[in-house]
Every structure is written in structure tokens, then in C-alpha cells.
């Protein structure tokens, strides 16, 4: 029997995402956005809400395309509004307008992966918790993006939602170390 982290349950979805997504190093700026979206749009409710609404999210938004969705007006906000596919929260909508805004300008002046990864030192943190109650919900380097992201005018992006972002982006690998994920991500040690 395969060893995961308990927080994917027994859901196929949560445990496909889990086993193929999460704690894998993303390094394509777009798939981050996206990413830092979903993560503001889950605010106040769970993962496998989102996770279960993902395709209606892409459809929407256009896949994420941060040119695209950087020039909706109020009437393509208020479209939106009214697809109960996704979570219809106009703050979190309007949010996605103005980060695709922010996201263009970083992606223009350093590259918007390059800026996110620097608060890790451009590599995952690799942790090695041996149960999910030692997980943290924040880390003074997600307090750091937090403040940097909205300083750069990005919105719903608090130190427990980017946390939880770096989780998933691969930033920091807290997969707990009996879950078989943990290793496959664990690079080799040199020399060893």
C-alpha cells in the first residue's frame, strides 16, 4: 500500500493532484499565476473545492492567459459573476483582473517566476516533517512574498495562502517523509 500525506484523504481527485501536482517544482510563470489565483480564490474554503472546479476556472478565465484577463472591463467581471462553475466572489474577481495586471509588469521587468522563487533562494526548501501536525501554516519566507506580492499590488495572497502555494508550486517540499512523494522529490545529495 502506497504512503501519502493524510491530507489528500481517499478523494481520487485529491490523491491524483497530490501524487502528480503538488510539491512539484514549477518554474513556468503563467502555470504560477494561475497557481496564486486558485490559491486567493480557495480563501475561506478547502482545496478539493477548488480542485473540483479548476476546469470551469480555466474556462473562464480564458486558461489563465494574464494578457487576456488584465483587459476585462466591469461588464466581462460581471460575466463572470454569473458562472456558477466558480466560486462568484467579485473581490476575488476583480482581485484576478488587477493581478494579471501586477503579473505583466513583474513578467516584463524580472520575470514573474524568477521573483517568486527568489524567496526561496531559486530551489525548494526540502523539509522533512514527519507528520502533518508539524507542517507550518506560514514561514518567514511566505510572509516575505506576501508582503512583496502586495506591495506590487496583488490582493488575497496572506502568508497562510502563499504557504500553501509554495507547497504546491514545489518551493518547499513538505511532503511528510513516510509519504512516498517526499523522496521522489528530494533531490540527490552531492557527492553522496
Known sequence: MTSRCAWCGTDPLYVAYHDTEWGVPEYDGRALWEKLV???????LS?????????????EFEDFD????????????????????????????????????????IEAQEGFASFLWSFVGGQPIQNNFASGAQVPAATPESTAMSKALKKRGFNFCGPVITYAFMQATGMVNDHVTTCHRHAQLTPPQAGG
Request: a positive charge; glycine letters at 10%.
Open 38 to 44: 486558485l490559491d486567493g480564490f480557495q480563501a475561506g
Open 47 to 59: 482545496w478539493i473545492t477548488i480542485l473540483r472546479k479548476r476546469d470551469a476556472f480555466r474556462a
Open 66 to 105: 494574464p494578457g487576456r484577463v488584465a483587459c476585462w472591463d466591469d461588464a466581462r467581471i460581471d460575466r463572470a459573476l454569473q458562472n456558477p462553475g466558480i466560486i462568484r466572489h467579485r473581490g476575488k474577481i476583480e482581485s484576478t483582473v488587477r493581478g494579471a495586471q501586477r503579473f505583466l509588469e
